[in-house]
C-alpha cells in the first residue's frame, strides 16, 4: 500500500506541493506550511492494525522501523526510500512515573516524557531525522543541495550537526555569541559543522539565515520548515503508545518558538482522526516571564498576538520574542481547550532543584514547565487524580553551569536558591568524616 503526503498551506489556501520541493512557506500567502497525509488511505488499515504494526516495530532492529519516528513512518514521511533514512534511533525515551515528585505536589498519576535522552540530548532529535533524511532523499532523486544551515539556541544546531554528519551532508549553524552553553556548542563543532558565532540574539541569527537561505541556495533547517513538525509530533503518538494507546488528560510542555507544541498537537489531532484515540489531552505551553508572547496573549484572550523583545533566561533555549509558529499553537490551544503559564528565572530554577531531589536532572526548559505543572496543580486547574505528562525537552546534562551556579548561589537571578547543596570539604581524617556523617545522619 502507498501513502501520500505533501505540504499546503496552514492558513487554508488550495494546493498541494510535493515534500521533496524545496519550500518554506505558502506561495500564495506566505504563511508556515504544513504536511498534509492523506488520511482516506490511512484509513484503509483499521487502527487496530495501525496499533499492532507500531507496536511490532518500537525499539526492534529491522532498518528504519525501530527508531521512534520512523517506526510511524507512514505518518510521517512516506516518501523516503529506507536506505535514505538518517536515523541514529531517536525517540523511544522514558515516559517515567514522577512517584515522589508527583506525590509532593499532590498528582498522584504524573509522568515525565524524557525527550532528552536521544542522541544530541534533546527532542530536536526527533524534526532533524525527518529533515534530513529528506534532504538526503532530495540528493538522491539529483536535485543537488549544497548545505543545510539553521539558525539556533543551541539545540536545533546540535541536532542538524550530528544528522548532516551522519550523512555527509555540509551544515551551518549560526549562533548567538555566548549564549548557548559549552556542551551545546562543543555539539555542533565536534560534528564538524561550520559554526557562525554573532553578536546578536536568536530573533537576529534567524534574520541572517533566512537571508542565506533565500539567497545562496541553502536548505534552510529552521522549525518553519514544516518537515520537522511531523517527526516531532510523534512524541504525542508515543506517549499515547506507551500508557497502552490512552490519552492522558494533560500535558505540559515549554515553549519558544512554539514548533514543539504544534507538533504535539498536531500528533493527537492525527491520533484521534486515525480513531485510535476519541479525545485531545488538555495541552499547557509554559513560557519563561523573560521570553512571554503568547502567555501575554493567551491573558488578553488571543484577541491578537504582539512579539516581545525576549530578555535573558536561564531557559535559553526558549529566549524567544518572536515565535515562528505562533498561528498554530493558537489553533492547537483553542483546539484541546489549552492554557499558557509563565515562570520566573527563580520559579524555574527552583522547580527544576525541586523536583532534581526526587531524583529527576532536569534542564532549565524543563523547569520553566514544572513550575507551571506546580502553579496548575496548586490553582486546582489540575485535579490530584488527572493523569499530567510534562515533556522534559533537554538533558540537563547539556545545562551542568547552570545547574552547578544554582547550587553555589551564584546566578545573578537567583541569589536565594531554595535547594541547594554544595560539596562539604574536609581533610583526610577520619574523625571529621565520622563528625560530619554523624551531624547529617542526627538531621534526618
Ligand atoms: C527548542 C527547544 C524548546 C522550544 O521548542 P519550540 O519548538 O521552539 O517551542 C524547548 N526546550 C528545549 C530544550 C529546546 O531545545
Ligand atoms: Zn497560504
Redesign the pocket.
Known amino acids: 500500500m502507498s501513502f501520500v503526503a505533501n505540504f499546503r498551506c496552514s492558513d487554508g489556501c488550495p494546493g498541494l506541493y510535493p515534500l521533496g520541493e524545496v519550500l518554506y512557506h505558502c506561495p500564495q500567502c506566505g504563511g508556515l506550511l504544513e504536511v498534509a497525509h492523506d488520511l482516506e488511505r490511512l484509513r484503509a488499515r483499521a487502527a487496530t492494525e495501525w496499533m499492532r504494526l507500531f507496536d511490532a516495530r518500537y525499539l526492534r532492529t529491522e532498518w528504519p522501523y525501530g527508531s521512534g519516528v520512523w517506526g510511524k513512518k507512514e505518518w510521517v514521511q512516506p516518501h523516503i526510500d529506507p536506505p535514505n533514512v538518517v536515523s541514529m534511533m531517536e525517540g523511544g525515551t522514558n515516559l517515567l512515573w514522577a512517584e515522589r515528585y508527583g506525590r509532593e505536589l499532590g498528582i498522584e498519576d504524573l509522568w515525565i516524557k524524557q ?2 535522552i536521544s542522541h544530541t540530548g ?3 532529535d526527533l524534526g532533524m531525522t525527518v529533515l534530513i533524511s529528506t534532504v538526503k532523499q532530495m540528493i538522491a532523486d539529483g536535485r543537488p543541495v549544497r548545505a543545510v544551515a539553521c539558525a ?5 544546531s546540535a541536532a542538524l550537526a550530528a544528522y548532516a554528519a551522519a550523512a555527509a551532508i555540509c551544515a551551518i549553524v549560526i549562533l548567538p555569541r555566548g549564549k548557548v552553553s559549552t556542551a551545546q556548542l562543543v555539539q555542533p563543532l565536534a560534528n564538524g559543522a561550520t559554526v557562525l558565532a554573532i553578536d546578536s540574539d536568536f530573533d537576529g541569527c534567524m534574520k541572517l539565515v533566512t537571508r542565506l537561505a533565500e539567497e545562496e541556495g541553502v536548505y534552510l533547517a529552521n ?1 518553519m520548515n514544516s518537515l520537522r513538525i511531523e517527526g ?1 509530533k510523534t512524541v504525542a503518538i508515543e506517549i499515547v503508545q506507551q500508557f497502552d494507546w490512552e490519552v492522558p488528560d494533560w500535558v505540559i ?11 504535539l498537537g498536531a500528533g493527537f489531532l492525527m491520533l484521534q482522526e486515525l480513531g485510535i484515540t476519541d479525545r485531545l489531552p488538555r495541552i499547557c ?1 509554559a513560557q519563561a516571564e523573560a521570553a512571554n508572547p503568547l502567555y501575554r496573549a493567551f491573558v488578553a484572550g488571543f484577541k491578537n498576538f504582539e512579539p516581545v523583545v525576549a530578555r535573558p533566561t536561564l ?1 535559553s ?2 529566549q ?1 520574542g518572536n ?3 505562533v498561528r498554530k ?1 493558537v489553533r492547537m490551544l483553542e483546539r484541546c481547550d489549552g492554557v499558557v503559564e509563565q515562570a520566573s528565572e527563580v520559579e524555574l530554577a527552583d522547580a527544576a532543584a525541586r523536583a532534581d531531589r526526587t531524583g529527576l536532572f532536569n ?4 523547569g ?1 514547565a514544572l513550575a507551571a505543572l506546580e502553579k496548575l496543580r496548586a490553582r486546582g486547574t489540575i485535579a490530584p487524580g488527572e493523569r499530567t505528562v510534562v515533556v522534559s ?2 538533558n540537563g546534562l ?1 545545562f551542568t553551569e547552570t545547574k552547578a551556579r544554582y547550587h553555589e548561589a551564584a546566578l545573578p537571578a537567583v541569589r536565594e536558591p531554595h535547594h541547594p547543596n554544595q560539596p562539604i570539604e574536609l581533610p583526610d581524617r577520619y574523625a571529621s568524616v565520622r563528625e560530619t556523617v554523624r551531624r547529617v545522619l542526627d538531621e534526618v
Open positions: 525527550c532528552g534533546s527532542f530536536k539556533s539556541t543551541g539545540d536545533t522549525s516531532q510542555i515549554p515553549g519558544g518558538n512554539l514548533g514543539n507544541v504544534s507538533a505551553v531557559a533555549a526558549i524567544i515565535p515562528v509558529s499553537a534542564c532549565p526548559h524543563t520553566v525537552t533537554a547539556k
